[in-house]
């Protein structure tokens, strides 16, 4: 009975995080850059990086951890809109969107480090 609630924490951060990047991803995209989700995946790092480094376990970890943000961030529509970048003859801007998503979510991550060791 116990994965069966943990399950239902993992559905429901996911329900929640897969809606919040949906508005906030569709209200910030733009037609030829992938803005939306290069955001998306920098916030959820943030939030993700957080979590962990504050030691949040258990319960909170599964709703808002794997739920919220493993669905609030998303490395599938990262990397199809950088082939598509790229396949639309866009090169700099597919290369500028993978290494932005990188260098975005590490900066997220190490931001969240130092917050959550200041504190």
Known sequence: MVALESAHLVGAGGALGALCRHYLAGAIQRETFPLGTLTVNAFGSF??????????????????????????????????????????????????????????ALVGIGLAWGIVRIV
């Open 47 to 104: 939030a993700l990086g957080l979590l962990t480094f504050a030691g949040v376990t258990g319960d909170a970890a599964l709703l808002v951890g794997v739920g919220a943000c493993g669905s609030f961030t998303t490395f599938s529509s990262f990397s199809v809109e950088t082939v598509r970048l790229w396949e639309n003859g866009y090169v700099a801007l597919a290369a500028l969107n993978a290494v932005g998503n990188l260098a975005c």
